[in-house]
């Protein structure tokens, strides 16, 4: 039962960008052993659209172990905290290094510490996440103590580094010319659009690969037709992190209620909970209502596209484009 419950999560789709990420991060590790520079890379996309699953797959692949010379830890993965300084940065990543005295001495004396204890675990990436927090929105500018400290780091340990974050953390690049130079193209993960045909093809792959998985346990509307497909990319606007999260809460009730089935009605009240909820949406026709016209409709579209934006930047992409939408039905 309880690997029923994380049929979801243990769902992995290996969509382009995802392998695309995944090879690009491998690449970049293996470049770091021969280059006399650092090697950087970034990978951005906005919230919801898969950017920690791919450092957390690939972080998993190298996880540390016990060796007769000690403990190896070949990647330092860290999350950025949201107001990050050289000083909590330092004693988080001495943390996961294994240092039970983290938090103690300089911050010269942390780095001193950091560098040697990744030479002896044998370190060679580092991957660091919510990258988007070195820029401080605030100030609207760059931590750059930060951005130089980092440069320091994999400067003298040679590790290769990748970071990932929403799309504002390349402000951190564009306005770091030292750090960015070392940095290659970065790796885009997108949210998926349905006027694009590639974009449609590839989020009904992911729509396939989750019907295969929970359709062999459950009986449940078929994800991977057109229509549902379409219901599926008005409910989360293309973001697999939507569509993951309303799929597990549609998986959970019907365990918790002892149900094989899941119908279209039992989607629309997890979509409810689990997205429209935290979208704050109450008053628009739910996708998965019966009533739920799923037709090619430029109004539901323009919607979608809003799902899971910051509100702030809705509000600005609305008085950007203020000439009046009007839903033009066409059939898909
Ligand atoms: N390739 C994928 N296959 C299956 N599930 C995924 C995939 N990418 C992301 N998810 C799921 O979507 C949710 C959000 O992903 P996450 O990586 O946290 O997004 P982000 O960091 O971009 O906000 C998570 O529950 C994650 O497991
Ligand atoms: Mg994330």
């Known amino acids: 039962m309880d690997s029923l419950r994380h049929i979801v999560e243990n769902?992995?789709?290996?969509h382009s960008a995802f392998v695309e990420a995944s090879i690009r991060i491998e690449q970049c590790m293996?470049?770091?052993v021969d280059s006399p520079e650092p090697v950087c890379l970034a990978i951005v996309g906005e919230s919801?659209?898969?950017n920690t699953r791919v450092l957390e797959e690939y972080a998993s692949k190298y996880s540390p172990a016990r060796t007769k010379e000690g403990l190896n830890i070949p990647i330092l993965a860290v999350k950025s905290p949201s107001k990050p300084t050289v000083k909590g940065m330092a004693e988080l990543m001495l943390q996961i290094m294994g240092d039970p005295r983290f938090d103690s001495g300089t911050e010269n004396a942390k780095t001193i510490r950091l560098k040697r204890l990744m030479k002896n675990a044998g370190t060679y990436q580092i991957v660091l996440d919510e990258f988007q927090h070195f820029y401080d929105k605030g100030l609207r500018g760059v931590m750059h103590h930060m951005a130089d400290w980092l440069k320091i780091l994999v400067d003298d340990t040679k590790a290769a580094l990748v970071v990932s974050g929403l799309p504002s953390c390349m402000a951190v690049l564009e306005q770091n010319e030292q750090l960015a130079g070392r940095f290659f193209a970065p790796v885009v993960?997108?949210?998926?659009d349905w006027t694009n045909t590639e974009h449609r093809e590839e989020f009904m792959g992911i729509l396939g690969a989750f019907q295969e998985s929970i359709g062999s346990h459950f009986d449940i509307p078929r994800l991977d037709h057109e229509e549902m497909g379409f219901r599926c990319y008005c409910a989360t606007g293309g973001l697999i992190g939507y569509l993951s999260k309303f799929l597990r809460s549609a998986v959970w009730n019907a365990i918790d209620t002892n149900k094989k089935i899941i119908t279209?009605?039992?989607f629309r009240l997890a979509h409810k909970s689990a997205v429209w909820s935290c979208e704050q949406i109450s008053n628009t026709l739910s996708p998965f209502s019966r009533k739920f016209q799923a037709t090619f409709a430029e109004e539901l579209i323009a919607q979608a596209r809003e799902i899971g934006l910051p509100k702030a930047q809705v509000a600005v992409s609305r008085s950007k484009n203020s000439t009046p939408r009007v839903a033009r039905p066409r059939n898909i």
């Not at 993960?189 to 998926?192: D, L, Q, S, V």
């Open 48 to 50: 919801r659209t898969g």
């Open 11 to 14: 769902t992995l789709v290996p």
């Open 189 to 192: 993960m997108p949210r998926f």
């Open 264 to 266: 279209l009605d039992d």
């Open 30 to 32: 293996r470049y770091a």
